[in-house]
Every structure is written in C-alpha cells, then in structure tokens.
C-alpha cells in the first residue's frame, strides 16, 4: 500500500504564496502520477495540478501560470507552489497517488488553504 504525508498549507493573504508537500511510502512502485486535488465548501473535488512518473505536468485552467507542481524522486516528494492566491483558491487540498490505470491509489489527509481577501 501508498501512504501519503501532506504538509503545508495555511492562511495566507490574497496575492500570497503557499507551499504544499507530500511524502509517499510504501508501495511507491505502482505510482504513475502523483496529483494535487482541491475540495472548497459546497463543490466537488477537482484537480489542480498533476505531474508524471517522467514529469509531465498538467494544470487546471483556473491555477495556470500561478501554481506548480514538482517532485523530489530522491525524497518520494511532490510539491505544489501556489502563488498569486486568490480568495476563490481556499479549499482542502489532498495530494494522490495516481496508479497505471488511472485509478487514485490513496488519497492524503488533506491540508486546508485559507486565502483572505
């Protein structure tokens, strides 16, 4: 099995800056992505950023240009910087391990994100 240790988060002011980190352990083998996804009140939990086994990233639309998403292989690490924050990014973030078939190996314990106006 994935385990997933999130750290960071916190409030922060608009135009703000942020750092998310996730540690994986374990079974670290059957990891093909590895992806931050948000959850603000009331809404479905989406995909902020996500980034590959070889590095390939994606990002939402609503984060391009003002989050990114990086790895430490050496630490079993994925990082999300998120800069610029705007009120409208306060949620819980969860860090995922994402297997081969695209299904979620495990979800993190969620980290929230407060960004004040």
């Known amino acids: 099995q994935v385990q997933l240790v999130e750290s960071g988060g916190g409030l922060v002011q608009a135009g703000g800056s942020l750092r998310l980190s996730c540690a994986a352990s374990?079974?670290?083998?059957?990891?093909?992505?590895m992806g931050w996804y948000r959850q603000a009140p009331g809404k479905q939990r989406e995909l902020a950023a996500l980034i590959t086994s070889e590095g390939n990233t994606n990002y939402a639309d609503s984060v391009k240009g003002r989050f990114t998403i990086s790895k430490d292989n050496a630490k079993n690490t994925v990082y999300l910087q998120m800069n610029s924050l705007k009120p409208e990014d306060t949620a819980v973030y969860y860090c995922?391990?994402?297997?081969?078939?695209?299904?979620?190996?495990?979800w993190g314990q969620g980290t929230q994100v407060t960004v004040s106006s």
């Open positions: 995922s391990a994402v297997g081969l078939s695209g299904v979620i190996l495990r």
């Open positions: 374990g079974s670290i083998r059957n990891i093909n992505a």
